[in-house]
């Protein structure tokens, strides 16, 4: 059997290779996968740097990745509808389907979820990978397997799109320009949305963010959250504010900013996950009756949603792929998403060839920058 090379988090920035065993199906509804691409993910490289997301702390060592997708290789007695060399999108979290939130369709509210690099749990940055039949949803033949990895990150997009109930017409602002933040600015102008605007604090983000999905971009300004609201609504021509804001930065100044940008009587969703606890602006909420919903990852039909946009040519997830790393080249990797240079790197599987490369010299000062800022704006 091929390698079971598998990328393992022992403690903050301390990662290595080891061979483990190849999982064996537990269930006749599983089906063993063949891992072909994994995208690295601002959780993950905050695991690698800090070993720990709010109360989720890295104990043991742990397998990093959730972002992937592969090739079904065998598969449960019972299982009807994959079938070997079936290429898929895996969804990397596992509910219980039996409490309340999985039985009223929220599975993704579970609390005894098992999401892979999530700890305890082990994550996808490996050879093969054990799931559930219906958590691997098959790539039509015109989507990648490359694509198939950024189904994860745009199903975080379609969930929170959804939550914000963007209708067409809509306008929307989307505070943040990182992988999340653009891939929600995608499916926000698929659902309708005709005026989109991005938000970050980088100009070279909000450049590439007009280039993919954006209609409008504005450079976050320094200043009070009122008035950055003010310059906001003006340079984006929003009139009485925006039916619509998504907050998928985490950052405080954004979110008190969003409250003030957000129309009477719109819709705010809380996308980011940064500081747990902020000062917000309960005040605009009340007065202008705005509907705050959270989002967290995804749910009911988002993976099926996410693979049919892309499969009409609707998001466009190729663009956000800087380059493809050999597994042996995952902390290169890593380092490279925390340096800040790049939207989307792909690390192909232990057993996977890959044609072109990319070039994985960091540069140590950006990088020593960056994690000085904390630039990964996860949680
Ligand atoms: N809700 C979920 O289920 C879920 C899932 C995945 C990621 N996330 C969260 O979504 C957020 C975005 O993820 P990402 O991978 O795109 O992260 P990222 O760090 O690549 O992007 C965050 C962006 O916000 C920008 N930013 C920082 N401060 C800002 C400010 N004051 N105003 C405007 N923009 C600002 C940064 O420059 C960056 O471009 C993170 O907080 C992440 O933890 C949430
Ligand atoms: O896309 C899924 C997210 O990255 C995860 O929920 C992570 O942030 C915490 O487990």
Known sequence: MASNLSFVLNKPNDVTFEERPVPKLQHPHDVLVAINYTG????????????????????????????????????????????????????????????????????????????????????TLTGFWTAPFDFCYKLPDNVSLQEGALIEPLAVGVHIVKQARVTPGASVVIMGAGPVGLLCAAVARSFGATKVVSVDIVQAKLDFAKSYAATHTYMSQRVSP??????????????????????????????????????????????GMGKADINFPIMALCLKEVTARGSFRYGSGDYKLAIELVAAGKVDVKALVNGVVAFKDAEEAFKKVKEGQVIKILIAGPNEKIEHGMDTSVDEQKLKEAQAAGSTGCC
């Open 226 to 271: 009122e008035e950055n609201a003010r310059a906001l609504i003006e340079a984006a021509d929003l009139g009485a504010g925006a039916d619509v804001v998504i907050d998928a930065s985490g950052a405080e100044p954004s979110i008190q900013t969003s409250l003030h940008v957000v129309k009477m009587g719109g819709t705010y969703v809380q996308g």
């Open 40 to 123: 690295i993910c601002g959780s993950d490289v905050h695991y690698w740097q800090h070993g720990a997301i709010g109360h989720f702390v890295v104990k043991d060592p742990m397998v990093l990745g959730h972002e992937s997708a592969g090739t079904v290789v065998e598969v449960g007695s019972q299982v009807k509808t994959l079938k070997k060399g079936d290429r898929i999108a895996l969804e990397p979290g596992y509910p219980c389907r039996r409490c309340g939130s999985c039985l009223s369709g929220r599975y993704n509210l579970c609390p005894d979820m098992v999401f892979a690099a999530t700890p305890p749990y082990d994550g």
